[in-house]
């Protein structure tokens, strides 16, 4: 059974650090690999996918890479800013089966 | 972007009662769709798989007699929590995957509240 960790699972920093939120599965035979923000009370935002073939990819201020062999994926956020306060949620998924999600780790970027 | 749309996004309900809860795709056809559940500060669990024009497929522990789920059309899926009771009151939130996939996409979310 496939499983997701996330770590850590809370992170608070100052304004414009670059930081790295971690997700690891135990199953590495994985499809695709989707970052999500969630604010509280809200639905969830897609940030990233990467597809199994894929090592990374990069939207503005965020990159995510994806080690398949090792279970692991890193999202990276630079120079973070106080908008950037949310919960990052990991997910895997195999084909087009339900999504399985880690915990998440709240991020609080202080000004 | 795809956009998955849930309505409503919050509701609260007398003990006892149903509530219904939609999810539509707005600009694409779904076929498939998820039904999660989240607790406070926990992450989302799988309740049911929405199949068009068949019936649901439920997660072990998840009561479909509870949680009715109906699909009856490619872009609206439609959850009804019955008899409901205050440990019912969570966060609901669909998803489905745009043409098959990759990426999957997510409503709003519900916020349903029982008392």
Known sequence: KQE???????????????LVLNCSFTDSAIYNLQWFRQDP?????????????QREQTSGRL???L?????????????????????????VTVGNTPLVFGKGTRLSVIA | GAVVSQHPSRVICKSG??????????DFQATTMFWYRQFPKQSLMLMATSNEGSKATYEQGVEKDKFLINHASLTLSTLTVTSAHPEDSSFYICSAFLDRGPEAFFGQGTRLTVV
């Open chain 1, 63 to 65: 990159n995510a890479s």
């Open chain 1, 41 to 53: 009370g809200k639905g969830l935002t897609s940030l990233l996918l990467i597809q199994s073939s």
């Open chain 1, 4 to 18: 997701v960790t996330q770590i850590p699972a809370a992170l608070s920093v100052p304004e414009g650090e670059n």
């Open chain 2, 17 to 26: 009662t149903s509530v219904k809860i939609e999810c539509r795709s707005l």
């Open chain 1, 67 to 91: 080690d398949k062999s090792s279970g692991r994926s890193t999202l990276y956020i630079a120079a973070s800013q106080p908008g950037d306060s949310a919960t990052y949620l990991c997910a």
